[in-house]
């Protein structure tokens, strides 16, 4: 009872495993300057009870180094929850994975991890000269790091291509390829087991780090997101010692395989446009940009080869449409974009600092990304027609691989007013300089009064307006004598095709009607005549509006217009 | 909210529309300009008035805001 009770407590505690792992399959690949882990790991349910959660374990030296690391259930593509847990042993640092569902007793699952160390490959010899070739040493154990019994285990250790190995540390059963070096099958190892292993070999990618890149993604809701990044390169792979040669490095027979960065490429959105690329001076490197169907890549040739200890500094920069990355529901907007973005292949990034400077008056800013950052203070930029400043949101992160370069969101609220505030402010500053000038305009800085001068001022405006109305009269009467032209000939016109009318009349009905008919063109007469007489006095008098003889005038014509009626209609 | 959900943001006014609206709101923001400047040397003490002076700016302040905003627009200053 005793002994059981213990034995639960025990378990309780954890210190009896519940797992065991039936196989293992490690392959490091460290073929540029990234080592790069793929472990698949054959869990078994060894225990009483079912288990959500499964255990891995790294030695210190590699937790040190270690960069990213992903879970997936193999065959799977979604990824397992995975964080650090106290370890058991003080060398080795265990993470633990969620499942997503229980395991139960006797049953297996299979695990893919992958990770990623940087800084773990170390030159020797340090310092080469130019016409040599770069050898590193990898140091690592044979048997892989487990939390758990391990009943086989393989490692397979990719070297670089076309190198040599100028030795591998030889733990029985141990096997050396080209380019490659297998350890194991080994069997039934125990748990924090480890036996350390040295690789020497050549490997000639050149180690250039990114000490730091600084990505500033600028959003305008103009219709733009601006992305630009200053990038810190240095060569930190076997020093170069002696002089440099240009001669040698052009004749070099290794061509590309020399330890030394020439050129790269790269890889930005296949939306980027204006594409800029520059260094200290300017842009005096051979660069060129090629769009390709998914992407568009920019080739960078630095302006010197990167030897080992050299370095660089450049800054490049694009544009995108904000269609593509920017998401908007009412006045909630979203931008999903890259955290990181590729600079060229298997990069090791010291520090990495992403700004992202979002309009002015933002609200509720919320920021999710895809792995832990160091979120440091706000800031502000102001810019072009900015009142109080941009708000820039600075995330930061140490030791990113390529594997980094994912998606993270952020969401605030902005209004549209916010932006049509801009165009407004330029409208104020503009009205604010013509205020000045209607103001300066009525100051008088004469120093002596000129009384005479002013009067002659007075007088010049009065001729003016004078000038003005005659002028205007003058149009009136031009108007109106154009009036009665018209009105003249178009009678006359009328008059004609009437009696042409008439005698239409005349043949095809009877005489009778066309007499009637002709009436008309008396009553016609009668209203041009009044209209004549009314142009008349209206021309003799400008100053009489002629209250009455208007009235009577459109008496008559109105009275004219009903005769003339009452005929056709008598017809 | 979540993205997945939102729309895609388009601006307000497409890109390729900028050169014209600059030409045409600074164009016309610049006749007004050399009207004003026309009426301010030209008119006597007697002449001024305020009103016509105060509508004319503020036209031409409008057109000008509005021009030069898309001419930084343009030229690449993303406001």
Redesign the interface.
Known sequence: MKAFSVLGLISLLGLVSSWKIANLDRSIDIASQVVKVSTLYTFENDGTSAEKQVKIAFSQEEADHLSFIAATIEGNKGKLKISKVAAKNANFVEYAIDLASPITTGHQIKIRVNSRFSHALTPLPAKIQQSESQFVVYQGSAYAPAAYQVATQKTTIKTAQGGKTLSATNIVPTKQETERVIYGPYANIAAFESKEIRVHYENNFPFVVATLVERTIEVSHWGNVAVEEYIELVHQGAELEGSFSRIDYQMDRRGRNQPALQHFTTILPSTARDIYYRDEIGNISTSAVRIRAQSVDVEIRPRFPLFGGWKTSYVIGYNVPTEEFLYNSGNQYALKMKLFDHVFDNIVVDKLVTKVVLPEHVKKVKISTPYAVNRKPDELRPTYLDTIGRLVIVVEKENVVTDHSQFFTVSYEFEFNDLIREPLLASFFFLALFGVVIIYGRFDFTIVEDPEREAEERHQELLEKLANFVEQKQSAYAVLSAGKQHLTNSRNQINNKLGEEVEQVKKLISAAAAEKASELAKYDKNVFDLVDNYLKAVEKSTSKTGGADEQQFVQKIADARARADAILSGI | ?D?S???????????SSFPHLTITLCGI?LLLIAY?TVA?VT??????S?VK??TV??L???F???G??FL??WV????
């Open positions: 909210m993205v959900k939102m729309n895609k943001y388009h601006a307000p006014v497409h890109f923001g004003f301010q008119a006597t003490k007697a002449s001024r305020l002076d105060v700016a503020t031409a302040s409008f000008l805001g509005f030069s905003l930084l627009l690449g200053i993303y406001v």
